[in-house]
C-alpha cells in the first residue's frame, strides 16, 4: 500500500460524458502527478500540481482539467469522453520542492471505460 | 515517436535464466528510475541513478547508468517468476516534464 488513494476503482460511462477522478496523496506529500495509461500509448504524464498550483503540463488535452485543492487532493475532470480516453488513470504523489523528481508513490488507478 | 524506447518490449523466460532489458533515448537525462508494475498495480521505484556511468545492484537486479546519461540497462540474474512484471525506465529529460518508457512485459515462467 502506498498510502495513496484513489476513487473510483472502475468507472464506465459513455461517450460525451463528464466524469471526475480523485486522488488523495500520501499525508505529507505536497505534489501530484496524474498519468494516463493504455495499450497503445504506455504511461503518459498528464499534470502535476504542487501545493495547489500547477507545476509541469504534459500530454494532456484540452478536453481534460485538473486541480489540486488546500487540503492537497486532487482532481482530474474528464469531458466530452471519448472511446480513445478509455485507459487506466494513475495518480501518484510525492514530498515535490527541491529533487522534485524523487520516488513518486502511485495509487491504485481508476480504470475508465467509455462505451 | 517515445523519448524512452525499452527494448524488448516482451520477455518469456524460464525460472533461473538471466535477461537484459535496455531503454535508450536520445535525450540526456539528468537522472533515470526504473519501475516494476503489477497487474492492477500503479508502478514501484526500484532505484534511481543519477551519475553518467553509475551501477546500483539491489539484489539479483543490476542497474546501469550509460556514460553520457542517454541510455540505462537493467540486468536480472537468475529471475524467478516474482519477477514477472512490466519494467517502465522514466525520468525528466529537461526538468519540466517526467516521462515513461515505453516498457518491457517480463514472464518468468516456473
Known amino acids: 500500500d502506498s498510502g495513496v488513494t484513489q476513487t473510483p476503482k472502475h468507472l464506465i460511462t459513455a461517450t460525451g460524458q463528464r466524469v471526475t477522478l480523485r486522488c488523495s496523496p500520501r499525508s505529507g506529500d505536497l505534489s501530484v502527478y496524474w498519468y494516463q495509461q493504455s495499450l497503445d500509448q504506455g504511461l503518459q504524464f498528464l499534470i502535476q500540481?504542487?501545493?495547489?498550483?500547477?507545476?509541469a503540463k504534459g500530454n494532456i488535452l484540452e478536453r481534460f482539467s485538473a486541480q489540486q485543492f488546500p487540503d492537497l487532493h486532487s482532481e482530474l475532470n474528464l469531458s466530452s469522453l471519448e472511446l480513445g480516453d478509455s485507459a487506466l488513470y494513475f495518480c501518484?504523489?510525492?514530498?515535490?520542492?527541491?529533487?522534485?523528481?524523487?520516488?513518486?508513490?502511485f495509487g491504485p488507478g481508476t480504470r475508465l471505460t467509455v462505451l | 515517436t517515445q523519448l524512452l524506447e525499452q527494448s524488448p518490449q516482451f520477455l518469456s523466460i524460464q525460472e533461473g535464466e538471466n535477461l537484459t532489458v535496455y531503454c535508450n533515448s536520445s535525450?540526456?537525462?539528468?537522472?533515470l528510475q526504473w519501475y516494476r508494475q503489477e497487474p492492477g498495480e500503479g508502478p514501484v521505484l526500484l532505484v534511481t541513478v543519477v551519475t553518467g556511468g553509475e551501477v546500483k545492484k539491489l539484489k539479483r537486479l543490476t542497474f546501469q547508468f550509460g556514460d553520457a546519461r542517454k541510455d540505462s540497462s537493467l540486468h536480472i540474474t537468475a529471475a524467478q517468476p516474482g519477477d514477472t512484471g512490466l519494467y517502465l525506465c522514466?525520468?525528466?529529460?529537461?526538468?519540466?516534464?517526467?516521462?515513461f518508457g515505453t516498457g518491457t512485459s517480463l514472464t518468468v515462467i516456473p
Open positions: 535525450s540526456v537525462f539528468s537522472s
Open positions: 500540481y504542487y501545493n495547489g498550483e500547477e507545476r
Open positions: 501518484a504523489s510525492n514530498p515535490g520542492g527541491a529533487g522534485i523528481y524523487n520516488e513518486q508513490f
Open positions: 522514466a525520468g525528466p529529460p529537461d526538468g519540466n516534464q517526467f516521462y
